[in-house]
């Protein structure tokens, strides 16, 4: 074990070594380790053999050297306590556990060296030439009074004997103890009274509480108090902390930069050095605007300093921005900046921009900055738009402006000044009417159009010939067979004595004639009828397709989709809108099924996926186009009489104008309400009720099944179907519809676009008039992502997928 050895030298000064600077030097000159404050410049080595220290002097020495006051002419051995003596020098040497004590003093003068004054007169009576006899010193017998040498000898003897019971007694009564330490220390002290005494690796100490000290360079000081009761070996565990590293930062750019070890803080600079624990790290150097920097270290620590450059990169990028006309106001993330022209730093990631400017309309965009990756934007801005109040006769017509649905009459609606518009109002049984239009900016117009009622023939036969014949109320004669009427819905009512009426519904068409005919049965009998009409819904019930579709009816209301800013999973294309709904619809309460599309396209096949096969009679029909869906919404319409709600544009279709009820895609607006607000007293995040993930089976989604095929699953979430399952196998939302979210994504009727404020901008909106892919909406078997399972994403293709389909929608 090592030693330690303190020596105070005579000015008060101390010098601090180990072992392993022995031998030492004492004497009076400059290169000597205890020094002398005179006498010869070496006097004497002080060495160690087998851990017993010794003293050897110099040869011709030119004074004397003493040792516990005798001549000291040879080597000696060393003890706690002995005194080493030259000149005026006197050296006291101590040992208390592993460290070695040796303090310089100098001595008072001798009697020798002090003058030696004699009485000035002899005593009286003395005669120092006579006979001195009388006055000879008086013997004194040894046996009546010892001498001093005699009783000191006693003394010591019986000391001896007290010291030698004590320390029997000492041994009979001591304890063991026995300390572990890890790593090996410098010093281990106890400290106590009684004392302790070390034996070999071991202490022995009487019961009772002691303080122990370990010291090693480079660790924790360690001090705790030992408890040694009277068992047969107490032992006591001490295990040291190395002293924290420092760590040392070359930082550029160098001023208030964050050090982080994980996600705790261990300082700022300046300084540039700062205390760190032992082991490994994961640092993190940051300062504002300033992308991180990351890197590995592992501490030494005991008090070691470890060394670190870091060139932080900027965290921003010179993004410009321009506008027609200039001088619009920028505002980022709601933040005014400037006017245009303008260029400024701005943090990576992601950004909302406006602009504004007096008589235009707001601009706003979403950019992503990249750092270090400058950019430009100009913005064209459109003048403030004009103000258009439609009303019409009859009322209820529907509005069309540049060929895009806007609404029924009466209606107001803003439109973009200084552009020339086309406006068509259009209803059943009249005949369509138009205007054209150029607005200033801010300008507000009221505009009243009258629509020329049209005719249509029916010609009607009833059996029997003579039955009553009721048009909306209105009476016929049975022999007025040949009937005009407005090209609109009409309620005919046949009755004859005897027989069951028939209440049918018929549509005359402009430009054709209908032969209708109507059998009535006896009351004992069945109503057969020979007329083909369109199949219309009640509001507030359902109605049956002829695909077998069960639709359900809906009467919206307004509200806002997307998502909040700081909703998790929200993608930058969720912004949220209000969107005001009027116009109630029908939906399908499940997708469409392979079975229901083959009797429409009987080649149709969904493939497999993994080894599990898609193409089962009510999985979801997949693997099938926008345009696919729309052929067989088309398809269904003219099964059943109705007008197609779709026309052939080139490749693709376009709303037959005015929009009709025939089958049709549900709008992105009707699709969300129905899957987040119907019946719901706010608007759902998730197709479950709760937090992601799901803690119950609502919905099938990528689970533990599909594992082996798909990349990301949800962990420990077991919906037993590795791909799509059969509809309506979970259950439904609150508004009763099945499969809104999981199980596949859904065909929306609208052209997909990132900026959702066309959603906003008219009631009951159709979404934007062009673009390349449509929107899908609700999450399939693919999904596992709180992303994607949030019924706020919006996804969006061209072309057919195998985790896509679609369900059903009309008007009433």
Known sequence: MKRFITIQQSDGSKLHLTEADMPLVAGSGDDVHIRFPDGPSKAAHIGDAQGHLFIQPFQGLDAPLFHNDRHLTESAWLKSGDQIRSGHAVVHYGLRGDRLQFTVTEAEAGLSEKMLSPPNEPPAGDDPTGDDSRHLPVRIDDKTVPSTAKKIAAIIIGFSFLLIGLAALFVLLARPLMIDISPEPDVVTISGFPLCFKVGSRYLCLPGSYTATVQKEGYQTFSGIITVDKSAENRFSVVLEKLPGILSLSVTPASEVLVYSGDQLI????????????GHHTLKISKERYQPFLTEITIAGEGKTQKIDAQLQPDWAIISFSSVPTGATVFIDDKQVGQTPLSLELLSGGHEVSLTKELFSGSSLDIVVTAGKPEAHRIKMQSLPARLTLSSKPAQAAVSIDKEYKGITPLTISLSSQTEHEIVLSAPGHKSTSRVLTLRPGEEQKLSLTLKQEYGTIYLTTNPPDASITINGKHYSSSQRKLSLPSQSHTVVVKAPGYKPVTRTILPRIGFSQQISIDLTPETGTVSSRSTSASTGKPGGKIKTAGGQKLLYVQPAPFTMGASRRQPGRRANERERGVIMKRSFYLSDKPVTNHQYREFNRQHSGGAVGGYTLEGDQQPVVKISWEDAVSYLNWLSLKENLQPFYIKNGKTYIPALPLTNGYRLPTEAEWAFSARKLNSPKSMRFPWSGVFPP????????????????????????????????????????????????????????YYSANTSSLQSQPDPLGSSSGTHRVIRGSSWRDASITELRLSYRAYHRESRDNVGFRVARYP
């Not at 300082?267 to 032992?278: A, R, W």
């Open 695 to 750: 803690r119950t089976v609502t919905g099938n989604y990528a689970d533990e099944s599909a594992r082996t095929f798909l990349p990301t699953i949800i962990n420990g979430y077991r919906d037993a179907f590795p791909v799509s399952s059969p509809v309506g196998s979970f259950p439904p939302n609150p508004g009763g519809f099945f499969d809104m979210g999981g199980n596949i994504g859904e065909w929306c009727h609208d």
């Open 267 to 278: 300082g700022t600079t300046p300084p540039n050095t700062m205390e760190i624990s032992p």
